[in-house]
């Protein structure tokens, strides 16, 4: 465990606030890229944080973290078809199995991103066109349930009653043209069946009320390059929407629409407080928190660098260009790099991508992918309590070049305490 220096060294269990974050390496496109976790320790007595960091060695496309419920095993969700485990203090592997002894998904960008534990060493996650049910003790026997029904399944949470699986979807590229989801879906885990909700636009993410059946969508709206190639999509600079949709009739209660100025795109993370949705926008650098009371007023905290912050480091700015670049042809696919500027408000670096709030809802933990620090705000003020800059992502690849982008590769995350 690296402690920085001058704070205090102490037991791991008086670290009341363990944020685990899932990373991809240093490019812009994560479904492509490594896969390991970073784990920030925190104590807000005295602002003691320590952390450790972890890349997995035949792992590839990290993607989003989840601890089972005893707060001891953690999962690593991944695009590179893989279910790997780890010790949720240590970091250590204890666990993994290629999901293609169960069933070879249409596209490589599919894998078993998320889980919902089910218990403290059951969980289902999706794999292919399939939900299965696994316990973290015999990876290579798990139990086909039912199919899930959506283009590519994504994000999935459990209902108050935890009686209903809700999941988002993204497009699938080996739809060609036809692959835009524009809906969720819901998992009936009583009847085992299925229902399928359509949307104006395609969701990833989906966050679960604490005490109600209900849960919320929020839109991530890309293009695909050329008009049919879902795999290298690029941000659309489109209107955004948040919607309330309750699980046991599948209507859509109410939603929320935000004009494409907005910076509201390309969503992560979605958490709630008692009176707020929270998500956080890797494109636009915002954490938007919109008033659930309404569903219509909103704020946001704003981590948009400025040039300075910019012009400080090339190297990335560098990168981000680059892949943007190689993602598609510049001149057929020109409105999407313009777009791209508009949505990213100008500027050349990617931004928060791991956002939680502590059970109290008194501190909101975040991590910026682009500036490859973790902040710490107090909630609800919004106010600064702690930054931290991350060491470079070549302490744990000696090969790479020290011109390499240094960037570790925030993505989702996960909150204890």
């Not at 209902?159 to 988002?168: F, K, L, N, P």
């Not at 929020?218 to 690029?234: G, I, K, L, T």
């Not at 020109?334 to 500027?341: C, N």
Request: with cysteine.
């Amino acid at each position: 465990m690296s402690v920085e220096p001058g704070l205090p060294t102490r037991p791991f269990e008086s670290y009341s606030n363990r944020f685990h974050i899932a990373l991809d390496g240093n490019g812009i496109n994560g479904l492509e890229g490594m896969a390991g976790v970073c784990l920030f320790i925190y104590d807000p007595k005295d602002n003691a944080y320590a952390y450790k960091i972890r890349y997995y060695d035949g792992i590839a496309a990290g993607h989003a973290v989840s601890v089972n419920p005893s707060g001891t095993v953690g999962f690593l969700g991944n695009a590179g078809q893989h279910l790997l485990f780890y010790d949720a203090h240590t970091l250590d592997e204890i666990g993994r199995v290629s999901t293609l002894r169960y069933e070879t998904p249409d596209t490589s960008l599919q894998g078993s991103t998320h889980v919902v534990w089910t218990g403290d060493r059951e969980f289902i996650t999706a794999i292919g066109k399939s939900f299965y049910r696994f316990s973290v003790d015999d990876l290579e026997h798990g139990e086909r349930l039912v199919e899930h029904g959506v283009k590519l399944p994504h994000a999935m949470k459990r209902t108050a009653s935890g009686r209903y699986i809700v999941y988002g979807s993204m497009d699938n590229p080996a739809d060609g043209a036809k692959g835009e989801a524009r809906h969720v879906g819901i998992l009936d885990m009583e009847t085992g069946k299925v229902r399928v909700v359509p949307l104006p636009a395609t969701c990833w993410h989906v966050a679960a009320h604490p005490k109600e059946d209900l849960f919320y969508a929020v839109s991530f709206r890309v293009m695909p390059q050329d008009y049919v190639d879902w795999h290298e999509w690029a941000m659309a600079y489109l209107k955004e929407y948040a919607f309330e949709i309750d699980a046991v009739s599948g209507k859509v209660r109410r939603h929320w629409a935000a004009g494409r100025d907005v910076p509201a795109h390309i969503n992560s993370d979605v958490c709630l407080s008692d009176s707020e949705l929270i998500f956080c926008n890797g494109a636009s650098q915002t954490i938007m928190c919109i008033d659930r009371k309404s569903f219509a007023s909103y704020r946001f905290i704003d981590e948009k660098p400025d040039i300075q912050a910019q012009l400080d480091r090339p190297r990335e700015v560098a990168t981000q260009v680059y892949d943007i670049l190689v993602r598609g042809n510049m001149f057929t696919n020109s409105r999407h790099i313009l777009g791209a500027l508009r949505v990213s408000r100008f500027t050349f670096l990617d931004s928060v991508y791991g956002c939680q709030l502590s059970k109290n809802q008194q501190l909101l933990f975040t991590a910026n992918r682009g500036l490859n620090h973790i902040t710490i705000y107090d909630y609800p003020e919004a106010t600064l309590r702690l930054r931290v800059p991350m060491p470079p992502i070549q302490e744990h690849f000696p090969w790479m070049s020290e011109m390499a982008d240094p960037r570790l590769g925030f993505h989702h995350a996960y909150l204890l305490g």
